[in-house]
């Protein structure tokens, strides 16, 4: 049987998620690991063409809609 895309990239967070624990067990200090995270994606929205670039512009608020509620309500 073979994975769809979405399991995929689904076991590489999982997998990054855990290394990322297992190198420094501090949540704290992932916030700069994230943020790196979201340069390199922008970066490769822009590499990739214009319209993904805007996508990836368009996708932040919705991002930052889902930091609210999760702060609100505790889940995602």
Do not use: C
Request: net charge negative; proline share 4%.
């Amino acid at each position: 049987m073979t994975m769809s895309t979405d399991d995929e990239l689904r076991d590489l967070m999982d997998q990054t998620a855990e290394e990322l624990k297992r190198l420094n067990n501090n949540p704290s200090t992932w916030e700069v690991w994230i943020v790196y995270l979201l340069r390199q994606l922008e970066q490769q929205s822009m590499d990739a063409d214009p319209l993904s670039h805007i996508n990836f512009q368009e996708m932040l608020p919705s991002l930052q809609e889902d930091i609210r509620r999760r702060l609100r309500t505790g889940g995602w």
